[in-house]
């Protein structure tokens, strides 16, 4: 497998990439090539007195590599201009990538603002799963809120062909995950799933496949705000990272995304893993 690691070249983002115990989460479940990018923004000048930022990055991304590479893993570097969420898409499809991975500090107020320049745009826009790892915030020397990323898992289903999408990640996530809990949110518009069964009876289903692969499961059925519910489910049960799928293409996708898997990224105390939907040729 091979993942795309957006980096800002920050002490948070250097906690993220060089945690030992990150990096062997992600070697459990196949991957073996991480592609670091970091962007030099429009905004920023490459003219700047007495700065060259493009060097600056390199130089940073070449210390980062080693110890990727120290791990076991193969790294390309990548320093390059433009819009950062554009960018990093770009180079994701350009490699084939699995999946892409961005850090995202805490969850203040602020926080929830800043999120919107690149994480919230690469969840709103990126063709691949998109692990959004989070990063603790107010402190000089920022470590992972998380490092087991996939070791306990919370999945969130409305039984759609895209929480179906999300629940097939489960397919190379098992290498890491010991425990699961399969949540459902029924909604006076939404009580139930559209095919055969009660929800019950579905994640029950889910359940017994995740119980194949010596996952142990937990079923949790809730009503009220699907978003509100979700994260509510997270601190009762604090899972390592929640798992999402999100909706629709394009435009219409980046209006759709945000009452449920937007929130989670925002709010989630945790790790949040967005699968979206099926490439259109």
Known sequence: MKAVYA?????????????ETCLDCLGRIGVEELHLVTVVPDNVHAGTPGIDHEKRRRRALRRYQQSIEDAGFDVETYVVRGTPHRRI??????????????GSRGKSPLENRLIGSTTRNLAR????????????????????????????????????????????????????????TLVHVQTPGNPGPDGDGEPEQRLAELADRLEEWGIDVTIDIREGSPADEVLAA?????????LVGSRGQSR??????????????????????????????
Not at 7 to 19: G, M, N, P, V
Not at 89 to 102: K, Y
Not at 253 to 268: F, Q
């Open 7 to 19: 980096t800002d070249l920050s002490a948070a983002s250097e906690a993220a990439i060089e945690t």
């Open 89 to 102: 898409n770009g180079i994701a499809e350009m490699i084939d990538a699995d999946m892409s991975i961005v």
């Open 125 to 180: 826009t990126s063709v691949v799963p998109l692990l959004v790892n989070r990063i603790e915030r107010d402190t000089d020397e920022p470590e992972l809120v998380e490092k087991h990323l996939f070791e306990r898992m919370l999945y969130a289903t409305d039984f759609s062909g895209n929480a179906d999408r999300a629940f097939e990640a489960f397919s190379y996530l098992r290498h890491a995950t010991q425990e699961a």
């Open 234 to 242: 997270e601190t009762a049960h604090e899972p390592t990272t929640t």
């Open 252 to 281: 219409l996708r980046r209006l759709l995304l945000g009452s449920v898997s937007e929130s989670i990224v925002a709010n989630a105390a945790g790790n949040v893993f967005i699968v979206p939907p099926n490439r259109i040729a």
